[in-house]
């Protein structure tokens, strides 16, 4: 039974906040300016989501928020467990703070989030990093104002091992949301599918949604706050309201939220495709709000990799799906996850993963190298695949789906698109960066302030980029 954390544990938590701040303020006198968190956030979105509620506790504990770890008094290192790279990367930046550690006693490091929610690297931090002063998993993110007491209070090193099994919600957390206009909503936590490479579940724990009210409200608050573009985010959106409601579900969820008044689009991720339904499909199409674009990992092209993932779903399921979606939603932007090198995948399995990407022609994929996880089934598969060929064949599937997005791309040229700008463009100062409604990003010149949009007419297209200039008003909108 999904239960939200209660009101009495939320107001400990409120009274461990105002503790911790009268301490912050106090040395913060002391300090003759006010005390500084800075988060360093890994991963995925829904870890973006995490970081923005973790800045948004150490705000209502009296922190300022820098971005530079150096002039922090607080860091909060929050970690993936999806790949070792990203285990690596967040390793290497917590070995960096021994020396700000060394420079200022008073300096506290925390690792919080995925990594830290298997207890093999729980350990490796208490034993590896002993300049680290909190470790907390994913399931004790709202417990930070009373971590942060315990520590400042009591001078002791605190681990917190997820234990797995927390189902709980909390609700109400502060959040401290990194842009004005565009914001992260999770509708429900957790992930039930145990696909044979991934960690998730075992380091976010059992599925479980929000319920209905909880979200709306929070979709209404952001909707008033100015919010033009807002993702839901779940492991799996569709099996939203599985476990809490018999007849209401991911499609209505979306539905629900397309009423609230507001000019804002509504995308969300991920949909697995075993649940991926036509009602969900029929459901984007007749919501003026949901933006035509799809994040549909198909991970693999071929059925018998696709069995050993444990996806229940084959190549020809998914491909119906995809062409329901497409003569529903004309305009529709698809994008997937794809992973070469699972143990035991042929070189005829690979070229049913190139051959998948031909036909179904994506706009974009995110792409990964196999990477062997602890705990979970693949990792025991005796048939691993040598590293280099993992590599070559990453680098053939790059090569191909870059072709096939740069392709796509070129068919928006000498159309216009309404752009939601972002204000500067991070590669090049001299042009604004935006996206469209389906994702597509783009970069172009003109004026339009970050927050607002923008119609852009494309005159050139880049392999992940289109490029513009704000068009003359009455060219016609193609609204992709
Ligand atoms: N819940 C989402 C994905 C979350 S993880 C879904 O099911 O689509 C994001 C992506 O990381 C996955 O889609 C997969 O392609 C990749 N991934 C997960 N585990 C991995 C592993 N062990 N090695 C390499 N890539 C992995
Ligand atoms: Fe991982 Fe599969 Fe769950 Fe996605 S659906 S989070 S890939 S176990």
């Given at each position: ?405 740069f392709e796509i791309n070129r068919g928006y040229v ?46 050139e297209a ?19």
């Amino acid at each position: 039974m999904i239960q939200r954390i209660s009101e009495k544990e939320l107001e400990a938590q409120r009274e461990y906040a105002e503790k911790v701040k009268t301490a912050v303020s106090a040395a913060g006198s002391e300090k003759g300016r006010a005390l500084r968190f800075c988060v360093v956030t890994y991963g995925c979105q829904q870890n973006e989501a995490d970081s923005e509620r973790l800045a948004g506790m150490l705000y209502s504990m009296g922190y300022e928020k820098t971005e530079t770890d150096a002039d922090a008094d607080v860091i909060l290192v929050n970690t993936c467990a999806v790949r070792e790279h990203a285990e690596k990367r967040a390793l290497s930046v917590t070995g960096q703070y021994k020396h700000l550690k060394e420079k200022n006693p008073d300096l506290i490091i925390g690792v919080c989030g995925c990594m830290v929610s298997q207890e093999h690297r729980l350990d490796d931090i208490k034993h590896r990093y002993p300049y680290v002063d909190i470790v907390f998993g994913t399931s004790y993110l709202w417990r930070l104002p009373e971590i942060l007491y315990r520590r400042l209070s009591r001078r002791k090193r605190l681990f917190l091992l997820d234990t797995g099994d927390d189902g709980n919600i909390a609700e109400d957390v502060p959040v401290l949301r990194e842009c004005g206009y565009r914001a992260w909503l999770s509708v429900m936590y957790g992930c039930n599918n145990f696909c044979t490479y991934c960690v998730v579940p075992h380091v976010r724990g059992r599925e479980r949604s929000r319920y209905r009210e909880d979200i709306l409200k929070e979709a209404r608050a952001l909707v008033a706050d100015g919010v033009k573009d807002i993702t839901l985010l779940g492991q799996n959106v569709n099996s939203y309201g599985r476990g809490l409601y018999e007849d209401y579900g991911f499609p209505e969820l979306l539905s629900d939220i397309n009423a609230i008044d507001g000019d804002f689009t509504l995308r969300f991720m991920t949909s697995h495709p075993k649940d991926a339904t036509r009602k969900l499909i029929d459901t984007m199409a007749s919501c003026e709000k949901v933006a035509p674009q799809l994040h549909l990992p198909l991970q693999s092209g071929s059925d018998g990799v696709l069995r050993r993932m444990n996806r229940h779903y084959t190549l020809d399921s998914y491909k119906r799906l995809i062409d329901y979606a497409r003569e529903k939603i004309p305009d529709l932007t698809l994008t997937s996850d794809i992973m070469v090198g699972f143990p035991g995948e042929t070189e005829e399995d690979f070229e049913a993963t190139l051959g998948a990407l031909r036909d179904i022609r994506y706009d974009m994929v995110y792409s990964f190298i196999y990477s062997r996880r602890k705990n979970t089934p693949a990792a025991e598969y005796e048939d691993q695949i040598p590293e280099q060929i993992k590599h070559e064949r990453f680098e053939r599937m790059l090569q191909l789906q870059n072709g096939i997005g740069f392709e796509i791309n070129r068919g928006y040229v000498g159309k216009t698109v309404r752009v939601l700008c972002d204000g500067e463009s991070k590669n090049d100062p001299s042009t604004l960066s935006g996206r469209t409604a389906g994702g597509k990003n783009v970069c172009f010149t003109g004026t339009c302030a970050a927050g607002e949009y923008a119609d852009v007419k494309i005159t050139e297209a880049r392999p992940f980029v289109l490029c513009g200039e704000t068009a003359e008003k009455g060219d016609k909108n193609d609204d992709i």
